[in-house]
């Protein structure tokens, strides 16, 4: 068998790891749909934030990391810190309410979405930096590509592809953000594999700041 087919084979093979995260990736896109459906983008911004400290708290039971109480001290100034300086997005009139949404099930939406998102962080952290089949960052964002394909094809057949259809509602600007997802993506792969997913909250924290300066 030529050697390209035959590691192909072997990725798929052993993409039972990516699968799970696959779902997750699936689920907390779900999430953050029924989130914003329901809450206006103020109280999603604030809950978001809560990203940095679910990170932290399962990166020290599943990596076994201990951070002192300065560090957690210096993590809770910086969800502070992002949320003043993002303080136009969740202050301004229009995010103050939402006519007909649930506020419970927004706010349970986005708070499980955001503990499935430290989890995913770390799970993925763990798996790239423990791996003994030493698979690099290309070859796992391929298994997790593969993973998602099924777990999206079922979403979008059983939800009948929305109020647009299957293939209704493209243009440009889908295209670039669909680009812009993908790209983003491998990013967050490669700062977890150089760094850990606590620098990628980070910087996540450092994107908000910066955008709002």
Not at 23 to 50: H, K
Not at 93 to 101: E, N, R, T, V
């Amino acid at each position: 068998m030529d050697p390209f087919k035959y590691h192909i084979l072997y990725l798929l093979k052993s993409s039972k790891k990516m699968f799970l995260l696959s779902l997750i990736y699936g689920l907390m896109n779900i999430l953050s749909f029924v989130a914003l459906r329901n809450v206006s983008a103020g109280v999603f911004t604030i809950c978001a934030q809560l990203k940095i400290l679910t990170t932290a708290a399962f990166s020290t039971v599943m990596l076994r990391r201990k951070y002192s109480w300065v560090k957690w001290r210096a993590l809770a100034s910086l969800i502070l810190g992002a949320l003043l300086f993002s303080e136009p997005a969740w202050n301004s009139p229009a995010s103050k309410s939402l006519a007909g949404g649930n506020f419970f099930l927004g706010t349970s939406a986005v708070l499980i979405e955001v503990t499935l998102s430290g989890f995913a962080s770390i799970y993925f952290e763990k798996v790239v930096k423990t791996d003994v089949e030493e698979l690099n960052i290309w070859e796992r964002n391929f298994q997790l590509a593969f993973g998602s394909f099924p777990v999206y094809f079922l979403f979008i057949y059983f939800g009948h592809g929305g109020e647009v259809g299957y293939f209704g509602g493209w243009s440009m600007v889908t295209f670039a953000l669909a680009f812009l997802g993908a790209a983003g993506g491998l990013l967050v792969a490669l700062s977890i594999k150089y760094g850990d997913a606590i620098l990628k909250t980070l910087a996540t924290a450092g994107a908000i700041v910066i955008i709002y300066i």
